[in-house]
């Protein structure tokens, strides 16, 4: 009976020692091919013939060191660490703390939300940032080599326990309160007696339906969508729910103050609805009607772009988000209705 | 095949495999930058003639096939080819005192599908319709339904998803070999808390390759089916695109949003880790200093490794997921945070009361430190979905990932070579050339990827070929000049590079075998390593890796392999004379 193979831990030590010698296939020297190819099937006695050739193995004793020698040279790097990196820390540090590169100002309850979060995230992501950039220069500045010896110290329980709880509370602490401005927009629904309005993305442009006065939409049948008759978003002209509906493109009006619920939507590819003064982002895709709700309370015109990419026109599919006061919109809805 | 051709080319020897993923990296990233490079001109000059560009003046299409193939060429075969494969095949089984990998063929093997995908990948360029527009992710509908959804989407499509396929296959062969080797052709006495942090690194990066490649196989088999074969897995009902009803119905275009990033958050892991694990390793060899808090270094590489399962939904926060879930994979993705600034105090205290050597390997871990901070710190921003709301797809995004993933892994790639260039080549890379190549790259990369984080905030976004959709974009374009004119100068600088590693193999000067007095096994064979490694001569280990400056010790350093009681262990009575 063949004698069964060692358990572990003998077995790494078993697997060593067992290993048989093949033909090494070797590297792209010409002269060590000459060497191994000079005595094919003997790992052995290549190995003997490559050692006289090339040198031995490191020496088991070590060559005579002085322990304090000094690689010359450290104090310009050390130096240009320092130059390097400061100058990165205070630009960073002034640049976002003027403010000259920020998005508009929020125009909701819950973009402010956001506003805030983000701050809270740049304070704590700020201080860690200049801490360890300035940590990093004062290690290589005090330990550049100036002749001493280093000293041998493997670890500190103590301290990585410290450094890493640290690490715990404040990483998910800031995640846990971030959760509030998250959950305003996604988890709760929109106030009752919000007003719908649907957003569909297409290759490359937005397309936002009213219900009209019914206050429902109508079917949507994809079959019936057709540029030619008008009907871009295939509303089923025998739902009645649908006769009323208005249909615009590039402008989605809203009335400032109400409360709002987009339905967002595709027809074609992934594409995203985002309003920088909103704060918020969401995916059209394809076969899903996804929710999102604001109240807007600045009058105003601002940007919608597209921000999945979804083809060649990417980025030029753009519309325009305006707020308008309650008789405004009135009025944008009657002449609308009028040009259907 | 026989001769020279079977030796050079079709060799199983574990380093010339090593130095053909090397060679294919170099080519993969010059590629890549060249690309990017066209991309930058046009973003700052929109009106200037290029090169390489049909018509000389880009158009939208164009961009974004850059876009897309500057991705893929970056992420696949250049941060998973150069750090994992180009470095861990050669140096692994030398590290742990093996002969060779554990299955040699499969090795080559995986060498040669990894060569077949990138000449695919390329093909992509040459097709009708060219090159694919739909970005490195190929999010379906855009990529499943063929070129009807745009130029590239056709052919392009195809072979970029056929590439795809082949790189996976490469990858986890080359991963189980890695795997298999580790566990199993360790020298005696090289247990796992002796093993070099880069072992580990390339250890927990191969079971994060095997794992999350097979998965983005079965997606990409899956789109390949979606589009050729009719089948509807990513392509729900109703699709109208331009003016056309398609026939698909039932699928579901989150799924693979799922299905990639599962595959593609541990990807950014793939190809950080094993930056992570010669950092450490470069850290203590320069600081003559043990790593600080080896067990706390390996937990770390692993708890990121397994954290970094848990965290692909943080891709999706706005992409209609539900928001609940969002939130989980928020609290997730917050606690990769934990062991990533675990890794980086070790990295700090590594450097404390050591005697710091600025060699290049050495600028090059130190770039790796300060730039994985900044780069890394931006994901506190995108990890909570609220703060995504207003970053998510802008050029805050580019910056954090180019910095954390490429500039670091980079960093860790430039590192490894120029600390391992002696070994591999018997030769030394020039000094001098090397601190200007860093100095350079570390303050050009600063000035490309630091103004993106602003140019973010004010809401840029990304994947955009001109500025001509919203009227606030072109507030924006001096910034876009900025990184521009930092970019070419910085790809200019890697010429440097270039020039030393190709002059360097050919006249570079003769180093011992063992040039910056390291621990690890590798700098136990002469350099070149003979064919087989170790061959006859036999190799224990009695140490772990990072014995630097032990007390009582002879020299500041001790090899794995020096047997207690060694010349090592104790100072010589008689003082050394100096010469």
Known sequence: ?340 | MSGPVKFRLFSTDHKVIGLQYCFLGMIAVSTGVVLSLLMRYHLAWPKGHLPFIAGGIMTPEQYLALVTMHGTIMVFFVLTTAPQNAFGTYFLPLQIGAREMAFPVLNMLGFWLTFAAFVVLLAAFLVPGGAPISGWTAYPPLSGLGDITGPGEGAGQTLWLVSILIFCAGSIFSSINFIATTIDLRAPGMTLMRLPLTVWAWFFTSILILLSFSVLFAAGVLLLLDRSFGTSFFLPAGLVVTGQLQTHSGGSPLLWQHLFWFFGHPEVYIAILPGMGVTSQVLANFSRKPVFGYPAMVTTLGLIGLLGFGVWGHHMFVSGMNPYSGFSFSVLTMSIAVPSAAKTFNWLATLWHGKIQFKTPMLFALGFVSIFITGGLSGIFLAQPAVDNMLHSTYFVVAHIHLVMGVAAIFGIFASTYYWFPKMFGRAMCESLGRWHFWLTFVGTYCIFVPMHFLGVAGGIRRYADDSGAGYLAALQPLHTFMTVAALLTAAAQGIFFYNFFNSIKNGEIPGPNPWNANTLEWTVSSPPPPDNFGSEKIEVFRGAYDYSVPNSAADFIPQNAPFDSAYDTIPVTPQRES
């Open chain 1, 1 to 340: 009976m063949p004698k069964a193979a060692p358990g572990f831990p003998q077995r790494a030590r078993y697997l060593a020692t067992r290993r048989i010698p093949v033909a090494m296939p070797h590297r792209n020297i010409a002269a060590h091919r000459s060497v191994a190819t000079s005595s094919p099937g003997s790992t052995a006695e290549t190995h003997v013939e490559y050692r006289r050739k090339f040198g031995a193995f490191a020496a088991q004793a070590p060559a005579p060191q002085k322990m304090t020698t000094r690689v010359k040279g450290s104090t310009l790097p050390a130096i240009l660490f320092a130059l390097v990196i400061v100058t990165l820390v205070v630009h960073v540090v002034v640049i976002f703390a003027s403010g000259h590169f920020a998005a508009p100002g929020p125009i909701t309850a819950d973009a402010r939300a956001v506003d805030h979060q983000f701050r809270l995230t740049l304070y704590l992501v700020g201080v860690l940032f200049v801490s360890t950039q300035l940590a990093l220069v004062l290690g290589i500045w005090l330990f550049r080599d100036r002749g001493q010896r280093a000293r041998f110290i493997p670890g500190n329980n103590a301290l990585e326990t410290l450094w890493i709880g640290a690490a715990i509370v404040l990483f998910l602490g800031l995640g846990a309160l971030g959760r509030k401005a998250w959950a305003a927009v996604r988890y709760t629904g929109p106030e009752t007696g919000s007003l719908q309005i649907e957003v569909t993305g297409m290759q490359f442009q937005f397309a936002f339906r009213y219900p009209g006065p019914d206050g429902r939409f109508g079917r949507l049948d994809p079959a019936l969508i057709s540029a030619a008759t008008s009907n871009p978003l295939g509303i089923d002209p025998a739902d009645p729910d649908g006769r009323d509906d208005i249909v615009t493109s590039g402008t989605l009006a809203v009335p400032v103050g109400k409360p709002v619920e987009l339905l967002i939507r595709s027809q074609d590819v992934i594409h995203n609805f985002f309003v920088r003064e909103l704060r918020l982002q969401q995916d059209a895709v394809p076969g899903l009607i996804v929710p999102v709700h604001f109240t807007a309370d600045r009058v105003g015109q601002y940007d919608i772009v597209c921000t999945q990419l979804c083809g060649l026109g990417h980025q030029k599919m753009h519309a325009t988000l305006n707020v308008m006061t309650e008789s405004d919109y009135e009025n944008f809805l009657k002449t609308q209705a009028a040009s259907q």
